[in-house]
């Protein structure tokens, strides 16, 4: 399992991630409703710092309480917020319901407009969930991906939230303009089934290698993760943990591949057939990172994502 960071100026100076940034309010059976910072991008971009990979994030948020939470979320976690992602509108937020066994299901409030991309070059750009298919967001964001791809690496998490996606057949188009310029996609058994039911998640993960990406890769709950990439294909199971909810896991688990193909110095366009060039080997140590840090998120309440030393103790 990969631990340390690379001794190498070759990965990037800093990680953009482009996404929604909002407030879960969550519910439990018999408690009073708690305010959580949130959003699949932004907890993306706090995983990843927390992993030690400097991350800015772009995202809008409004001035008002709720934003102010967020900001403080993001500053507590060197996360640095692009200017322009702060608006005169409320911050969106998501009423997240926990069930007995610590699934949880959500109700959006959300708004998605965004500025024009900052004016950075790096070698990371993430991206998914809500912003990729909510306008007029969406639209900016596919744009801005064009844009920044001819430098850098691509990921993507369609994060599927059926409720604010519209049709299965128009989410699945939007979503596959995203994986067709991706190079690193990731995906929840529980997203495949919605877009493509009665499919196994592993025929959907050959169906979008085949669009273009180097490694697509399906998380499994318990069952644990799936990747294809053109060396082949490999399943590893899930670590051992206690969990307590799943708010956040197939966040921390995105974070988790994201640090782990930076400390292989796999990112940046200039690496792109390195990408490609994933052996099964390389690929299940990709997976094993990955799922560690889901585990111990799983392990906790919220979204809250390890930092390097809790994984290195594992």
């Known amino acids: 399992m990969l631990a340390s960071p690379p001794e190498t100026d070759d990965g990037p100076d800093r990680a953009l991630v482009i996404g929604e940034a909002l407030i879960d309010l969550i519910r439990r059976p018999g408690q009073a409703d708690a305010a ?18 400097p991350a800015v994030l772009q995202t809008r948020i409004g001035c008002d309480a709720h934003g102010a939470l967020i900001e403080e979320h993001l500053s507590e976690n060197d996360v640095e917020l692009v200017t322009r992602s702060i608006t005169a509108g409320p911050t969106s937020t998501a009423l997240a319901t926990i069930a007995a066994d610590g699934a949880a299901s959500y109700e959006f409030a959300i708004d ?18 809500i912003a990729a298919v909510l306008e007029p967001g969406a639209s900016v964001v596919l744009a801005t991906i064009e844009a920044l791809r001819a430098t850098a690496t691509i990921s993507y998490d369609p994060n599927v939230r059926p409720q604010l996606m519209g049709s299965r057949e128009s989410a ?33 993960a050959r169906r979008w290698l085949r669009l273009g990406p180097a490694l697509v890769v399906v998380t499994l709950g318990p069952d644990g993760a799936y990747a294809a990439a053109r060396g082949g294909a490999v399943q590893i199971p899930a670590p051992p943990t206690t969990v307590v909810d799943t708010i956040g896991a197939g966040d921390s688990f995105m974070a988790g591949l994201l640090v782990a193909l930076f400390d292989a110095g796999l990112l940046g366009r200039k690496h792109a057939e390195r990408l490609k060039a994933l052996d099964l080997e390389q690929i299940r140590g990709l997976l094993e990172f990955a799922a560690g840090c889901a585990a111990v998120t799983v392990s906790r309440p919220g979204a809250d994502p390890p930092r390097r030393d809790r994984i290195m103790a594992t």
């Open 36 to 53: 959580r910072v949130g959003g699949s991008p932004l907890n993306v971009a706090v995983g990843l710092s927390r992993l030690e990979v």
């Open 112 to 129: 998605w407009s965004i500025a024009s991309a900052p004016d950075l070059a790096p070698d990371l750009v993430h991206t998914g969930s």
């Open 172 to 204: 699945r188009k939007r979503i596959e303009e995203f994986v067709e310029r991706a190079d690193v996609v990731k995906a929840s058994d529980e997203d495949l089934a919605w877009l493509f039911p009665d499919t196994a998640p592993a025929d959907v």
